[in-house]
């Protein structure tokens, strides 16, 4: 009896630490960034969210190209502290750091307006700053929060940015969305909360499906112009996203930490889209954490969605109003 107890919780041992060791082996992609001789030299960057997670280390890899690498941050303090870490770390001294609130409208405008002053040209936008676990909540400009930074914010901004990367073409804009977008959906209401999603894991789900369809009509709005526009999930991947949940998610989270992608792992399909051979000229595609070109969910395909989406966000983000639309 003890001996067939022993053995089964042996044998349930042994599927876990099996299951475990496929789960590692999974999370590493077929693409490393140190397969790409790509050298940056002349070029600028902008990373958003950059001072943690996947955003530092997409940061750092440019940085370690020469590119001009600007850390476009919400905390002074937090972006310093990467500033810093990222110039030590690659010899690059050129990594500044720029303040953006990407759930105020306003805060983007005064970046952007920077930005075009000082910087000559924009080769490589990465919009990877995001946010999930927040609660429903209204902005003062009147946009429900995750929504405006995880989706109108990037769209804002990289409208904003559009005809300095048009100059410096060819240029690459990547947006880092997640599978989840597969259980996502699109209610236009949602941005300004008018209707509540049911709760904030279908909020997150909602912006990371915009994110893809935002891509798409990008793309398509960009063709001939030398910028191409790309989405992709990085995986799953241990990093502070989970910042904003309870301490018993945290904690799970956390002790399933040592089987799921490192931030430094789950950066590479951002920088894969950013800088590889292989992605230049591609455009409107979703890849996954392995660097695979993959289908997005059906949702993300509707061209008309895509359609109706980008002229709802130029309404909501005011940009319809300064095109004098
Ligand atoms: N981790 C995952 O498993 C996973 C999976 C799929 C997709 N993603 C996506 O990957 C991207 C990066 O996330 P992460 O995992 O690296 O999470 P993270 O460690 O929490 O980093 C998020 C970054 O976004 C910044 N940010 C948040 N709100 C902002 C705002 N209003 N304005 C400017 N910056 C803001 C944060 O700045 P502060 O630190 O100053 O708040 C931080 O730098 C996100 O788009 C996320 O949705 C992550």
């Given at each position: 009896m ?82 810093e ?47 999930s ?23 804002l901004?990289?409208n ?24 996502g ?38 063709q ?42 789950g ?57 004098g639309?």
């Amino acid at each position: 009896m003890e001996i067939s107890c022993f053995s089964s919780h042996l044998g349930w041992a042994t599927c876990v630490l099996v299951l475990a060791l496929l789960l590692r082996a999974r999370r590493k992609g077929s693409w490393h960034p140190r397969m790409s001789p790509t050298d940056l030299t002349g070029k600028t960057a902008i990373v958003t969210g950059a001072n943690c997670g996947i955003g530092k280390y997409v940061a750092l890899d440019l940085a370690h190209r020469n590119a001009r690498t600007i850390l476009a941050c919400s905390s002074r303090e937090r972006g310093q502290a990467a500033a810093e870490e990222i110039q030590r770390a690659t010899g690059n001294p050129n990594v500044p750091l720029r303040i953006v609130d990407l759930s105020n409208m306003a805060s983007i405008r005064r970046f952007a307006k920077q930005i075009q002053q000082e910087e000559k040209r924009l080769d490589i936008l990465v919009n990877n700053a995001g946010v999930s676990g927040l609660p429903f909540s209204i902005t003062s400009e009147g946009l429900e929060q995750t929504f405006a930074t995880n989706y109108l914010g990037p769209f804002l901004l990289t409208n904003l940015l559009l005809d300095t990367m048009k100059a410096s073409a060819p240029a690459r804009i990547v947006n880092v969305s997640s599978f989840v977008h597969f259980q996502g959906m699109v209610n236009m209401k949602h941005l300004t909360g008018e209707e509540r999603t049911k709760n904030f894991h279908q909020t997150y789900r909602n912006t990371k499906l915009m994110n893809v369809l935002f891509t798409k009509e990008l793309a398509r709005r960009l063709q001939g112009t030398g910028v191409t526009a790309n989405s992709l999930n990085p995986g799953i991947v241990k990093t502070q996203i989970m910042r904003h949940f309870n301490w018993l998610v945290r904690l799970l989270f956390s002790i399933a930490g040592i089987f799921l992608m490192s931030a430094e792992e789950g950066a590479a399909s951002t920088i894969y889209c950013a800088v590889s051979e292989e992605v230049a000229g591609v455009t409107g595609k979703y890849f996954d954490s392995d660097c695979r070109l993959m289908l997005p969910s059906a949702a993300a395909r509707d061209p008309g969605l895509a359609r109706k989406l980008w002229e709802e966000s130029e309404r909501r983000t005011g940009l319809a109003e300064s095109r004098g639309m």
